[in-house]
């Protein structure tokens, strides 16, 4: 499998999830794991350019397929990918803890929507829980990241 | 393979099965995964309606212009399931096959009177939506066969989804579909159930949990019948 650009084998054992596999095998922590059953959307990474829960497929899945995670968006030392900007610039996150998963999301909403209303915003983070921010934030910097990505 | 091993389960999107493995509800000793087989993912017209092939996933669905234009009730009702993250890997098929009788999609196939075609070493079989659903979390799928596709008849006349959750996305508290005169109810029995427009809460029994009592359940049966009529 393909994860963030760089070839890996497929874990030998073919329970592991691929969010375990990303995590403990890879090394890949900025992909985090909250309720492992679909729920709170911090597992979320992109699975062939679409954002999937990494938490509901096992990692053999992933073979022959490309997966990018959080850590997979910019590479350390160059500037940040638009949507990271605009959750920095918008104030997108306080503990951190859901935001690789709802970057992963925007990033795939902003593919399907390049221009989103704000129904779309709703309905594109509404897989994704946060309990700090309050969303207020989040969704200006949804829209923020739209505009930064279409510069 | 599902006919030779013991205990199998089929894995397609597995947005359903995934969960109850983490959980550790569901145990099983081998799991298929379909996700490799060529060819299964086709959305296509049949028979005046649209058949959804085992590995086409619920956002394909929801973005088809064929299923829009031929039976856009099955797009309103792919919306209300879960996320679209959620709907990116998940397909319209396992989640008839998974028979969760707060789903949305076995019910709109009842409404719609569709039929699933399913196969095995043994030959293939067509099973009407009415004689899928046996129980909760059952269907008439014998363990060595496979739910191929889905046959949902064009909507035509009027038709509508309607359900209370506690939040977009979850499960449906209780929930139904109008296709022109039938009502399919779900959420509130161990299958969906058909119900008379006229008197929606005749002979059921929900059942009561932390989200919502029996009574509670009836009385938004009624409710939402009330609203999917309406028009």
Request: hydrophobic content about 40%; proline content about 7%.
């Amino acid at each position: 499998m393909r994860v963030n650009g760089t070839d890996h084998p497929a874990p030998a054992d073919p329970r592991r999830l691929l969010s375990d596999h990303l995590r403990h095998d890879l090394g890949l922590t900025g992909t985090h794991v909250g309720c492992e059953h679909g729920v709170c959307g911090c597992c979320t990474v992109l699975f062939d350019g679409a954002p999937v829960r990494s938490c509901l497929m096992l990692a053999v899945q992933a073979e022959g397929h490309e997966v990018t995670t959080i850590e997979g968006l910019a590479a350390p030392g160059a500037p940040l990918h638009p949507v990271q900007q605009a959750f920095h610039e918008c104030h997108g996150l306080q503990c951190g803890f859901c935001t690789p998963g709802f970057v992963m999301s925007v990033v795939g909403l902003l593919g399907q929507h390049p221009n989103p209303t704000p129904e779309q915003v709703d309905e594109g983070i509404s897989g994704n829980l946060c309990r700090c921010t309050g969303y207020a934030s989040i969704r200006r910097a949804v829209h923020r990241a739209a505009e930064l990505s279409n510069k | 393979m599902l006919g030779s091993l013991e205990d199998a389960k089929v894995l397609a999107g597995g947005q359903s099965l995934v969960p109850l493995l983490n959980f550790r509800l569901a145990r099983p000793a081998h799991l298929v995964d379909i996700n490799r087989i060529s060819s299964l993912d086709r959305i296509y017209e049949h028979d005046g309606g649209v058949a959804v092939q085992a590995l086409a996933r619920q956002a394909d669905v929801e973005d088809s212009e064929l299923v829009a234009s031929v039976c856009p009730l099955l797009v309103l009702a792919v919306r209300l399931v879960a996320h679209r993250v959620i709907r990116n890997r998940g397909t319209v098929c396992g989640s008839l096959a998974h028979a969760d009788p707060a789903s949305e999609l076995p019910a709109v196939l009842l409404a719609l009177n569709g039929h699933v075609a399913v196969r095995s070493t043994r030959g293939a079989r067509m099973i009407p939506a009415a004689d899928f659903f046996k129980s909760v979390m059952e269907t008439a799928l014998t363990p060595d066969e496979l739910l191929i596709e889905a046959w949902f008849p064009a909507s035509t006349g009027k038709y509508a989804i309607a359900e209370e959750s506690r939040r977009h996305g979850d499960f449906a508290l209780a929930g139904g579909v109008r296709h022109g005169d039938r009502l399919a109810l779900f959420g509130v029995a161990p299958t969906p159930v058909l119900a008379d427009p006229k008197d929606p809460t005749r002979g059921l029994e929900p059942s009561g949990d932390l989200e919502a009592t029996p009574e509670f359940r009836l009385h938004l049966v009624q409710v939402l019948c009330d609203r999917l009529f309406a028009a």
